[in-house]
């Protein structure tokens, strides 16, 4: 079942209704995009395909995308992030300016004691990318013997069975001028008449459709610019959703034939709601989804009579999330209504739609997250996961039976693949972890038994240690940690430990594989990641148990995390970095300011660390909607002085804080240049008056960095810039922690 931001998966609503995304690609994203979780393949990818609903991430709200509304909103992650900068926040344009250009020459200055060590583990991250990315190629759309996929910025079709490398290719980024663009997402229509792709750029949130029309010559029949999602609905008509200022409320459709024409078919008028399509995995409807982050409704398209108004499903209701598949003329309804307020799969007929008659087919188990949900013809599948493990939930719908599979405990994410038919007797998926790369399996629902997929031999990562451990926070509750470290480590408490936390718009934290990930392990550091409250890794309630008025619960979270790790010996205060990205930037700011004595250096990109500021200004794209996640202000002087209590900006004072590393973009719409500007100009401030009013011999006084990326938008720039950040953080962690073994000192660290 694909929902909102996706537009072709559920994840991206389940991480947490993060829908500004950036990405809607169908498993992503939502996913955080964490520090360190940037690595991207040099090879274009299509993010989001249809048809054959076919998903392949290498980033988004996730998010992150995990992004703050992206919160670094995986695809998304998007992971589930911020708005326009808006100069006039600081004082003129022109001290602005020269704030930028006195930021940019600090770095300069600051960048070349890093440089070396840059050097050598950008070379070591290339190395492990290339043993590691054999088996993420890119995923297939399959139409009977047709086989249509993606390589390098173009696509290409072949006959299944047939040698790909004699594939024809119908579409070329940089033959048709769109060089700088990457493919997000394919559609092909019914008839295979004509191809729908979304190209996007590095330095923009809005993609552009393009229309190909197939044939022995493939020509473009159409450009659309700011197009979110978009679905065939016939051989001959495609719905798109428009985006501007990162907000998709409009809906039209488009023929192609003899009446070519465009009108405008749905428009939401709430500005908390965004809205994105989604088709039917049987292709029977076209969804039109309205979704703000508490509340859903969803109108159908039926796609045999694509000219006839959108009828309603049911009408929004406060507080229900709904989502929407069809098999045998009944609606499958994956919503929160009713008790407890966590996921259900219902179902109702097509003609009597209204949730007075939705009749429940599952309900979850409490403190279960609902990962994805893939709809077959006899057969549902749901994704979950539960006090850290995964978990495949297969209902039979002929048997009324339902069938609950553990997965391996060493895996932590799901990546599905590509499911060619809703008929298909066998579901693929991969398994990964932060440091497993993917591996693939099936599910044979005629053998109703789960598969290991030998494709391709995969190194086996046997060095490496998997702990899950729960810490409890300052109201009695039990936070999950995951760690991992190498299990020939001795001396545990004398190693560097990098601590990841986002905790926003239910978001999970991104622990898919990653190179860098791997190379920290192998030199000796340990990993973990803190599930706290705000994110969505136990479900819905866990999320908002962590937002608006209760947003502190995530920061008393985090300090229990830390705290345990460091009694049960794992690192110590001096040898313990933070990492967080966008949203994250708030718990991990929070941190910096209540308990600077747990870490040593904190590593930030694109951080949302002025909340307050920034919901104070409604003029901003995302402020309206995401007051469910803050709360309004400016509504409520209860809400502005509990914002104020955690805020990272509003709350520096002169104290020995942490050394810091800030990533931010100059183009990045969702966490203001300004705010950040400010934070560092604050923070340096607040650690040089503390460094001036001790008298302590050899007193210490923190780096406070600041990289502004000129290329690049919120969590997302090119490869080769990717690799550089991911580098440039390691490089500062090891100075600043004196992990002697890659900075190769004659002498030994102190």
Partial sequence: MKVRMSCAGLRNLLQGLCYSVRYYSKHSCLQTVCIYSKIKSKQCCILDCACSTCTHRTLPPGSILPWRCFSCKQE??????????????????????????????????????????????????????????????????????????????????????????????????????????????????????????????????????????????????????????????????????????????????????????????????????????????????????????????????????????????QARTKGVIYHIEHRNDELYILTTYGEPAEYKLMKAPVAASGKENWQLVYALEKKTKLVDLEMFSDHCIMFLKNAGHLYLNVISFSSHSVQSIKLPTWACEFELESQPEHTTSTCYFQLTSPVHPPKRFAYSFKENNLIEQAVQEVPIITNCHTTRLLAKSKDETLVPI??????????????????????????????????????????????????????????????????????????????????????????????????????????????????????????????????????????????????????????????????????????????????????????????????????????RKAALDHASRTSEKGNWVPNIILDMRASGSHCDSSWEDSLKEVARHLAFLNKELQVCHLQHHSKPCK
């Fill in 76 to 313: 998304g992650t998007k992971i589930p992030s911020k708005r326009k900068q808006n100069a006039s926040i600081t004082t003129s344009d022109l001290s602005y300016k020269n704030l930028l250009k006195s930021e940019q020459e600090n770095w300069n200055d600051i960048s070349a004691r890093y440089k070396a060590m840059t050097k050598r583990i950008k070379e070591k991250l290339e190395e492990l990318h290339n043993k590691y990315t054999f088996n993420l190629g890119s995923p297939r759309i399959r139409f009977g013997e047709n086989v249509y996929f993606e390589e390098n910025g173009c696509v290409f079709l072949s006959k299944a069975d047939v040698d790909e490398e004699n594939g024809d290719i119908l579409f070329s980024t940089e033959d048709l001028g769109f060089s700088d663009a990457f493919i997000q997402r394919i559609r092909i229509s019914p008839d295979q008449r004509y191809m729908a792709i979304s190209l996007k750029s590095e330095n923009s949130e809005e993609a552009a459709c393009v229309i190909i029309k197939l044939g022995h010559f493939p020509v473009v029949e159409k450009v659309i610019p700011s197009v979110f999602s978009f679905e065939w609905a016939a051989n001959d008509v495609l719905y798109y959703t428009s985006q501007k200022n990162l907000k998709c409320q409009n809906v039209f459709m488009t023929t192609f034939t003899n009446r070519k024409h465009t009108k405008l078919v749905y428009t939401e008028q709430d500005a908390r709601f965004f809205v994105d399509i989604y088709c039917t995995k049987d292709r029977r409807f076209l969804t039109i989804n309205s979704n703000s982050k508490t509340t859903s409704e969803v109108w159908l398209v039926d796609c045999r009579h694509p000219f006839k108004s959108p009828a309603l499903v």
């Fill in 482 to 683: 995951t760690v991992f470290h190498n299990m020939n480590s001795k001396e545990l408490h004398r190693k560097p430990l990098l601590v990841h936390v986002y905790g926003a718009y239910g978001i999970d934290l991104n622990m898919s594989f990653k190179e860098d990930k791997l190379m920290l392990i192998e030199e000796g550091w340990i990993l973990a990641y803190c599930h706290v409250r705000g994110g969505g890794e136990l479900g819905l309630s866990w999320h908002k148990d962590g937002c608006q008025h209760n947003k502190l619960k995530g920061l008393h979270d985090l300090k229990a995390c830390i705290m345990l790790l460091h009694e049960l010996g794992f690192s110590q205060p001096k040898y313990t970095a933070l990492a967080a990205a966008s949203a994250g930037g708030v718990l991990a700011g929070a941190l910096c300011n209540t308990a600077p004595e747990l870490i040593r250096a904190m590593v930030l990109q694109a951080p949302f660390v002025d909340v307050l500021n920034t919901m104070m200004k409604t003029h901003l794209p995302l402020t309206i909607e995401e007051q469910e996640e803050w709360g309004n202000p400016l509504a409520d002087e209860k809400c502005m002085k509990y914002i104020k209590s955690y805020c990272p900006y509003q709350n520096i004072k002169p104290q020995c804080y942490p050394s810091v590393f800030i990533t931010a973009y100059e183009n990045d719409q969702r966490v203001p240049l300004t705010g950040v500007l400010r934070y560092v100009q604050k923070l």
